[in-house]
């Protein structure tokens, strides 16, 4: 230990806005990408003064060698641009990095294989881009057949297999690399909880045989249970870099809007969402105290505005806990809802969620007569709501993390 | 943070576009396994599932060239000869315009290939760091196992019309040289084609242009005629075509008469070279952040 593996100095990375190449796109305000961007991200002072967006700016950090980093961020905020660097697969813009050794990139692990090849012949030449050469993968190929559970279709073309053999095929080679840093981007988000366990136990073999790993996910537990270490991006910018569970604090901190109240036109929305927004998300307000005792119930006011009449306009709201997994889901019809602004009042039973920090995910959906939702308006982390243990339990303080986020009344019969 | 000077404790550093050129040809020698592995997958993937499977090497070439001994030889009644014959050997038809499809074939599969290597694969490049290079050069491989195999049903029609008496021509030592104007098709084909391929991730216009010109080409050179059909006063013009050239030196190596001016050979190999290191040092220059644009 000891041994510096990566060491990276004041990185940024500067994208182009708009659409590249025809002269019209390059009037930045004109482009759909340069609008939702600017709006947003000028305000965040995100885009430079050469108009150029920063994808990721002035970042510093070591990696020792054996060490496991785990990357935290939300969607956009430089991890996976933060990997392509790393990987080489684009260069930095300002800055550099430095590497004591060959990185192994494992981001998304499926790509590189050919659907009319056979298994076995994917698995060559998938370890041949990873930089194997053919004698290594000779003598681990029985290894990967292995670990991949996939030996009975060894020689079918990968194209006939499930899209969960195919990503445990994928994952196999890359657990197999020899390289000596791995980065690997939400590797783990797929595959049957089996195997992904067996995938965390292979990442930390190879962790404790040396290898630098890192690892980038949402999943908090995942990088809880993987990391020691880690650091929080936002905006492209490293906001913390130290032991992991004051990272994820840092980070749910962070991105948890403990008020009692907040307007949410101006806010920015998720870039798969429909944009010519029919219904609009205007304000939330928790009404009574963002922080109570288990068994109490949970009240807002939300304000809308509808462009026209949906047909069957409802509220789903999501309950995200504070080590970023979905913790519950609530669901509700608005009939009464009309063209306008509408203010509606909300009481959501959150008498049986355990003590902990919560956001909330607001989705104003149409659901059509076959069941089908289309999103009309969505928002994450819109606001946050804290319930503090009760006397009576303390005990579910402790194992949470453990034992889920709900606890169902249980009665003698 | 410590100085550059500490740079040599380390084995690798990825820094910003500095205009400095390196090929990165080290790089690619330890990828040559991937490269092998690439080639056979375009080669080995291409015929899976065909009820004809390998046979499809074969058909394209052949019926292209039945319809140009036909349309062109027969009805068009155009000259199968580079030059005035020596004696009273005629090269047939069918055998003139075979090597020809085959070379022309060998030469534009290349030159598309390569033009498409970004847009292709630019999924995988996204997501896996190997030396860019290796795409293309291993498609142009994939591309020459087939000219070889087409090349190897040529040699023996060949020698069946020379053992049978039916072709007026014979087998000839320059033969040992027609390897070398392979080498050099190949080689234009990538040089043109890597230089297509940087300019097609910006402007993609340019990839809708290649298979149009690529007809217009075929008809520039001598591929469905002989040289003999330019006019004299043209062929000065016609041979900055480099194409044209090789083409007509292959012949010359193939049947051992026809079209060589040591001028022309020359002219061609300048050509090629250009191209190729020029397509090398664009292709250089934007294989580092193309997926930033593309």
């Known amino acids: ?413 | 943070m410590d100085s550059v000077s500490d740079k040599e404790q380390w084995k690798y550093c990825i820094e910003p576009e500095r205009g400095r050129l390196e090929l990165g040809l080290r790089n690619l020698w330890r990828y040559r396994g991937l490269v092998h592995l690439f080639a056979k997958r375009d080669f080995t993937s291409k015929y899976r599932q065909t009820v004809l499977g390998p046979l499809w090497m074969f058909i394209p070439p052949f019926l292209t060239t039945i319809v140009f001994t036909v349309v062109f030889g027969n009805i068009a009644k155009f000259p199968t000869l580079d030059s005035v014959a020596s004696g009273d050997m005629v090269v047939p038809a069918f055998l003139f315009y075979m090597i020809g499809n085959i070379l022309w074939e060998l030469f534009s599969n290349i030159l598309k290939h390569t033009a498409k290597t970004f847009l292709a694969n630019a999924r995988i490049m996204g997501k896996v760091y190997y030396p860019r290079l290796a795409s293309p050069i291993a498609a142009a491989f994939s591309d020459l196992a087939m000219a070889v195999i087409r090349l190897l049903l040529f040699g023996a029609l060949f020698a069946v019309g020379v053992v049978c008496g039916s072709v007026s021509v014979r087998m000839s030592w320059t033969m040992l040289f027609f390897p070398l104007t392979v080498f050099q098709l190949m080689l234009l084909g990538l040089g043109i084609g890597l230089i297509i391929a940087v300019l097609t991730v910006k402007y993609r216009d340019i990839g809708f242009i290649v298979d149009f010109a690529l007809q217009l080409w075929l008809y520039l050179t001598p591929v469905a005629y002989g040289l003999q059909l330019v006019p004299k006063r043209w062929i000065g013009l016609y041979m900055l075509n480099p194409v044209t050239p090789i083409m007509t030196t292959a012949r010359y190596f193939c049947f051992g008469e026809g079209y060589v001016q040591v001028g022309y050979v020359i002219w061609s190999w300048v050509a090629v070279l250009f191209f190729f290191v020029g397509g090398c040092i664009l292709f250089n220059r934007a294989e580092k952040t193309f997926v930033d644009i593309i």
């Open chain 1, 1 to 413: 230990m000891g041994d510096r593996m990566i060491r990276v100095e004041h990185v940024s990375k500067e994208y182009q806005l708009g659409v590249i190449g025809q002269k019209i796109m390059l009037d930045k305000a004109d482009s759909p990408l340069g609008k939702r961007l600017t709006e947003h991200d000028l305000h965040e002072g995100r885009i430079n003064d050469k108009g150029m967006f920063m994808a990721l700016s002035d970042i510093s950090f070591e990696v020792e060698a054996g060490e496991t980093l785990g990357i935290i961020g939300r969607n956009g905020a430089g991890k996976s641009t933060l990997l392509k660097l790393l990987a080489r697969i684009t260069l930095p813009t300002v800055g550099r990095i430095l590497l004591n050794g060959h990185v192994a990139s494992m981001i998304e692990v499926g790509t590189g294989f050919h659907s009319e090849l056979t298994g076995r012949e994917n698995i060559y030449l998938k370890g041949a881009m990873l930089g194997m050469s053919e004698r290594k993968i000779d003598q681990k190929l029985d290894e990967i057949v292995d670990f991949s559970e996939c030996g009975q279709f060894l020689d079918t073309p990968v194209k006939r297999y499930s899209s969960g053999m195919y990503l445990k095929l994928g994952l196999s080679v890359a657990a197999y690399l020899d390289a000596e840093i791995v980065v690997m981007d939400e590797v783990l988000a797929v595959g049957d909880t089996a195997f992904q366990n067996k995938c965390i136990q292979k990442i930390k073999e190879m962790s404790e045989s040396g290898r630098t790993i890192l690892f980038v996910s949402h999943n908090m537990a995942l990088i809880r249970s993987l990391c020691k270490r880690c650091i929080v991006l936002d905006q492209g910018k490293l906001k913390f870099d130290g032991k992991v569970e004051e990272a994820i604090r840092y980070y749910t901190s962070a991105s948890f809007y403990m008020e009692q109240a907040r307007e949410l036109e101006q806010l920015e929305r998720t870039p798969s969402h429909n944009p010519n927004r029919v219904a609009c998300m205007t304000y939330i307000k928790i009404l009574g105290r963002t922080r109570f005792a288990m068994r109490e119930i949970l009240r807002f006011m939300l304000r809308f505005r509808l462009l026209e009449r949906v047909g069957q306009l409802c509220l789903r709201v999501g309950i995200w806990s504070a080590d970023g997994t979905a913790a519950a889901i609530s669901f509700v019809r608005l009939p009464n809802a009309c063209e306008g602004e509408n203010e509606t009042y909300f009481r959501m039973d959150t008498s049986r969620l355990l003590p902990g920090k919560y956001s909330l995910e607001l989705l104003l959906v149409d659901m059509d007569k076959s069941g089908l939702m289309v999103k009309l308006d969505a928002l994450r982390d819109v606001i946050a709501f804290e319930i503090l243990p009760s006397e009576d339990w303390p005990v579910y303080q402790m194992y949470k993390r453990d034992w889920g986020y709900v606890e169902l009344p249980l009665f003698i019969e």
